[in-house]
C-alpha cells in the first residue's frame, strides 16, 4: 500500500492523486523528479510521508488538496506546508498578483507626463487585460492554467507599462536636447541635435533613448560652449545679437569665431 514515484526525469505534473476509493496509499514515497512541479490530491487524508520524500524535487512548488483539507495536509506534510494550497486559494494568490500589478500600472500611468487622452487608453488596456485575466482564473481547473493566464497576464500588462515608459521618455530626451541648443543658429550644431532627435523619435526602448540622448548632449558640449562664448563677446563688443554663418578671423596666433551676417 506504498506509493513510489521515483527518477521521473520529465514529470512536472502529478494530477488526480488519491487515497480513497480505488486507491488507498498508506505511505508516499516521491524523490528525484526535478522537473515536478505540482501535485494534485484528491484524497481528504493524507497519506503519510516516506523516507526522504521530496528528495531531488527542487522545481516543486504547488500541492493542491481539496479546499477543506488543507489545514491536514499542512499538519501532517509539515515539511511542505508552505506549498499546500485549495484550488481557490491558489486562484485568488494568482488574482491578487494580477490586480496589484494592474495597480501599480496604473499609478504609473497616472503619474507619467502623457496627455490625458493616452492615459485613457492606456488604463483602458490595463483593465482590458486583468478583466480578461480575471476570468479566466475563475473559470480555470488546474494549477497549470492558473499559472499560465497569471504569467499571460502579468508580461501583458509589464509591456503595456514598457510602452508608457517609451512614450513618455521620448518627449522627455527631445527637451533635453532642445534646451542645450537654445539660442544656437550654427548650421553643424543644429544638424548634430537633429539627428540625435530622429533617432530618439525611432527608438525602441528608453535604454536606446538615454544612450542617444546622453551622447548626444555629450557630443555638444564644446560646440555649444564656444558658440556661446563668441555670441557673448560678440554682444559684448557690438552691443547686439548677430545671425548667420560662422566666420573666423585669425590674427597672429589668436582665432576668434564670429557669428554674423
Known sequence: NNLYINKCKNI????????KKTININKLYITDCEKLKTITCLGSTPPSLGTDVFRGCNALFTIIVPEGAVDAYKT???????????????????????????TTAIEAVN????????????????????????????????????????DKALDAILGIVMDMELMAAKPEAIDAIDAKIA???????LAIANDAKARIEAAT??????????????????PVKYYNSAKAQILGTMGEEKTGNAVKVTKGDKTIIIYGP
Not at 12 to 19: D, G, H, K, V
Open 205 to 222: 526602448s528608453t535604454t536606446d533613448i538615454d544612450a542617444i540622448k546622453n551622447k548626444c548632449l555629450s557630443d555638444l558640449e564644446i
Open 111 to 150: 503619474a507619467s507626463i502623457l496627455s490625458a487622452d493616452v492615459k485613457a487608453d492606456l488604463i483602458s488596456r490595463i483593465n482590458s487585460m486583468k478583466n480578461k485575466a480575471t476570468q479566466d482564473i475563475n473559470a480555470a481547473t488546474n494549477t497549470t492554467d492558473i499559472t499560465s493566464t497569471k
Open 76 to 102: 501532517a506534510w509539515s515539511s511542505v506546508a508552505d506549498k499546500i494550497y485549495s484550488l481557490e486559494s491558489f486562484k485568488q494568490i494568482a488574482l491578487s498578483e494580477v490586480n496589484a500589478s494592474a
Open 12 to 19: 512536472e505534473i502529478i494530477n488526480n492523486f488519491t487515497n
Open 183 to 189: 539660442g544656437v543658429e550654427d548650421s553643424e550644431i
